[in-house]
């Protein structure tokens, strides 16, 4: 095996596989990326049994062949390559990396133990790729951390028709954005598919295809947990879903009928408040919003004592004369970051119950569901 290739292809090739290698794994092979050279072209793949990803770039290719070395040592030594051409080598069980006088050698991982990665399925259907990007970041930020409970590390995805929903929940916060998808005819003619990818997996897939103009996602609807598949340009990655799907929204969404007031607000003022009066909260203490109907206005509070912080901006209030509510400043943050519209409508029920918030020039399009804490500054 001998290929030549452009050091930034190279660095961009095994940091892209280098991202589904696992932290710690008792299989000493699943810490290997695959290198392919073949034909004027050279692939890396990275596997870990929840995620496979593969990447191809140009090279030329002197010697056809295969050889699995240890992936960050790989990453790491390419890093400090001087710019300009890398010349790659397999000599045995020895690999050597050489560019501008440069040379190291890496010991091999025997490439007959290492599993084969799922193969990717069937396209299901194309998403605009920088639109399903911000989507997923939209809804990833109510993602649960926690792997005890693995349901909600999840990002629900849900296909129907020529409508894309993704949703994710950690129990404090749920999150909904819906955007429009091209399926394939048969998908088109299909009922609803939904999955559940772990959340940290697909935002890192989606950041890293969004410049691809569409993703191609593949599955198959058949199976109702087989993996699913993002490929966009030389990018490809396939997924393994998570057990088991989110507990439904519809009721907790369903403000109108619970009787809540509406207030609206500008969406950037409003984050630079809470960015500014949250300097004086301390840890777990929360944001008080004071919504006024006859002041047309909401006060931001934080603080206890003499540290305190207030600020006040221009909102209006419809279906109460006055709302106080009070969120945890780091959640309320998130869901104010992920917006992107110029005003915010904000349903509220009052302290210690749940608000909705939304933009008004696209409703329903992307909701988020915080609860108000009952403990008010």
């Given at each position: 095996?001998?290929?030549?290739?452009?050091?930034?292809?190279?660095?961009?090739?095994?940091?892209?596989?280098?991202?589904?290698?696992?932290?710690?794994?008792?299989?000493?092979?699943?810490?290997?990326?695959?290198?392919?050279?073949?034909?004027?072209?050279?692939?890396?793949?990275?596997?870990?049994?929840?995620?496979?990803?593969?990447?191809?770039?140009?090279?030329?290719?002197?010697?056809?062949?295969?050889?699995?070395?240890l992936g960050r040592r790989l990453l790491d030594i390419c890093k400090v390559l001087p710019d300009g051409p890398v010349s790659c080598a397999l000599?045995?069980?020895?690999?050597?990396?050489?560019?501008?006088?440069?040379?190291?050698?890496?010991?091999?991982?025997?490439?007959?133990?290492?599993?084969?990665?799922?193969?990717?399925?069937?396209?299901?259907?194309?998403?605009?790729?920088?639109?399903?990007?911000?989507?997923?970041?939209?809804?990833?930020?109510?993602?649960?951390?926690?792997?005890?409970?693995?349901?909600?590390?999840?990002?629900?995805?849900?296909?129907?028709?020529?409508?894309?929903?993704?949703?994710?929940?950690?129990?404090?916060?749920?999150?909904?954005?819906?955007?429009?998808?091209?399926?394939?005819?048969?998908?088109?003619?299909?009922?609803?598919?939904?999955?559940?990818?772990?959340?940290?997996?697909?935002?890192?897939?989606?950041?890293?295809?969004?410049?691809?103009?569409?993703?191609?996602?593949?599955?198959?609807?058949?199976?109702?947990?087989?993996?699913?598949?993002?490929?966009?340009?030389?990018?490809?990655?396939?997924?393994?879903?998570?057990?088991?799907?989110?507990?439904?929204?519809?009721?907790?969404?369903?403000?109108?009928?619970?009787?809540?007031?509406?207030?609206?607000?500008?969406?950037?003022?409003?984050?630079?408040?809470?960015?500014?009066?949250?300097?004086?909260?301390?840890?777990?203490?929360?944001?008080?919003?004071?919504?006024?109907?006859?002041?047309?206005?909401?006060?931001?509070?934080?603080?206890?004592?003499?540290?305190?912080?207030?600020?006040?901006?221009?909102?209006?209030?419809?279906?109460?004369?006055?709302?106080?509510?009070?969120?945890?400043?780091?959640y309320l943050l998130d869901a104010l970051a992920s917006f992107e519209a110029s005003r915010l409508r904000v349903e509220l029920l009052g302290a210690?119950?749940?608000?909705?918030?939304?933009?008004?020039?696209?409703?329903?399009?992307?909701?988020?569901?915080?609860?108000?804490?009952?403990?008010?500054?």
């Amino acid at each position: 095996m001998e290929f030549r290739v452009d050091r930034s292809d190279l660095v961009e090739a095994v940091g892209w596989a280098a991202r589904a290698l696992p932290t710690r794994t008792p299989v000493p092979v699943l810490g290997g990326l695959l290198l392919d050279a073949a034909a004027g072209r050279l692939s890396v793949s990275g596997f870990d049994f929840e995620t496979a990803a593969r990447i191809e770039t140009d090279a030329e290719v002197g010697v056809e062949g295969q050889v699995l070395v240890l992936g960050r040592r790989l990453l790491d030594i390419c890093k400090v390559l001087p710019d300009g051409p890398v010349s790659c080598a397999l000599d045995g069980t020895r690999f050597t990396v050489e560019a501008g006088g440069t040379r190291f050698g890496l010991s091999t991982l025997p490439r007959e133990e290492y599993p084969a990665p799922p193969a990717p399925p069937h396209t299901y259907g194309t998403v605009d790729a920088s639109a399903f990007a911000t989507a997923v970041a939209q809804v990833a930020v109510a993602a649960g951390r926690d792997d005890t409970l693995p349901v909600l590390t999840g990002v629900q995805l849900r296909l129907d028709g020529t409508e894309m929903t993704l949703s994710a929940s950690d129990r404090y916060r749920y999150a909904v954005r819906r955007l429009a998808w091209r399926p394939e005819a048969e998908a088109a003619v299909g009922g609803a598919v939904e999955a559940l990818v772990p959340a940290r997996r697909l935002l890192d897939v989606a950041r890293s295809l969004a410049r691809c103009g569409e993703v191609r996602i593949g599955l198959d609807p058949a199976s109702g947990s087989g993996p699913i598949g993002f490929e966009g340009g030389r990018l490809r990655s396939v997924v393994r879903p998570l057990d088991g799907r989110l507990p439904g929204y519809g009721k907790l969404f369903d403000m109108a009928g619970a009787g809540a007031a509406v207030a609206e607000v500008a969406c950037v003022a409003l984050t630079e408040a809470v960015r500014r009066v949250a300097v004086v909260a301390e840890a777990n203490s929360p944001v008080r919003l004071d919504f006024s109907a006859a002041a047309e206005s909401v006060v931001l509070r934080a603080g206890y004592g003499d540290d305190v912080a207030t600020q006040r901006l221009p909102a209006s209030l419809t279906g109460a004369e006055e709302v106080t509510v009070a969120f945890n400043p780091a959640y309320l943050l998130d869901a104010l970051a992920s917006f992107e519209a110029s005003r915010l409508r904000v349903e509220l029920l009052g302290a210690g119950q749940r608000a909705l918030l939304g933009a008004p020039d696209l409703p329903g399009a992307h909701r988020h569901l915080l609860m108000s804490v009952k403990q008010l500054v």
